[in-house]
T-cell receptor
Framework: EAQVTQNPRYLITVTGKKLTVTCSQN?????MSWYRQDPGLGLRQIYY???????DKGDVPEGYKVSRKEKRNFPLILESPSPNQTSLYFC??????????????FGPGTRLTVL | GQQVMQIPQYQHVQEGEDFTTYCNSS?????IQWYKQRPGGHPVFLIQ?????EVKKQKRLTFQFGEAKKNSSLHITATQTTDVGTYFC??????FGAGTRLTVKP
């Protein structure tokens, strides 16, 4: 089954404790991205990756890191989480966006609480 | 990146009433996509519009792309409780509108 998986689905942590949210897709998509969703703000892009070893900042990259060592995986790293990073996070993947068809497939989401 | 404004933020309708959400961009878009997110779920792709003035239908849903390719709308005819959720538009560079949350009273 074609899908995007994220782990963990729920996470409660404390300020400053490094964490990683994993994301994996099995559709051989070149493009992957991370979003955070906050009430009234919709989905805001954190980082994206056009292909292996190619990553770029989105609209809200501060406090986050990503890596793309393999095509299928795109982990999101919070080196020193703070309470303002409490949010619902979605990973998504797509064929290369320069193609005509830009459908994004989303993972189930990770609800993160930073105390 | 391209910014897109989406209105209204919320819409509450009686079952059977129609619903419309609008997206407006300050710049010309090469395409626009629409997504639906059910409560507690993740966004799911509905459709992509590419051509100026394009109109596409999916059962009770009608999607339009403006002639200038700066605005788009999603219209639902005779809403049902299964239509409940938040509807997002997204630009070709993966920027999302803030969404319109639809609730339907049976």
């Amino acid at each position: 089954e074609a899908q995007v998986t994220q782990n963990p689905r729920y996470l409660i942590t404390v300020t400053g404790k490094k964490l990683t949210v994993t994301c994996s897709q099995n559709m051989n998509h070149e493009y992957m991205s991370w979003y955070r969703q906050d009430p009234g703000l919709g989905l805001r892009q954190i980082y994206y990756s056009m292909n292996v070893e190619v990553t770029d900042k989105g609209d809200v990259p501060e406090g986050y890191k990503v890596s793309r060592k393999e095509k299928r995986n795109f982990p999101l790293i919070l080196e020193s989480p703070s309470p303002n990073q409490t949010s619902l996070y979605f990973c998504a993947s797509s064929f290369f966006p320069d193609r005509k068809y830009n459908e994004q497939f989303f993972g189930p989401g990770t609800r993160l609480t930073v105390l | 990146g391209q910014q897109v404004m989406q209105i209204p933020q919320y819409q509450h309708v009686q079952e059977g009433e129609d619903f419309t959400t609008y997206c407006n961009s300050s710049t010309t878009l090469s395409n626009i996509q629409w997504y639906k997110q059910r409560p507690g779920g993740h966004p799911v792709f509905l459709i992509q519009l590419v051509k100026s003035g394009e109109v596409k239908k999916q059962k009770r849903l009608t999607f339009q792309f403006g002639e200038a390719k700066k605005n788009s709308s999603l219209h639902i005819t005779a809403t049902q409780t299964t239509d409940v959720g938040t509807y997002f538009c997204a630009t070709n560079d993966m920027r999302f509108g803030a969404g319109t949350r639809l609730t339907v009273k049976p």
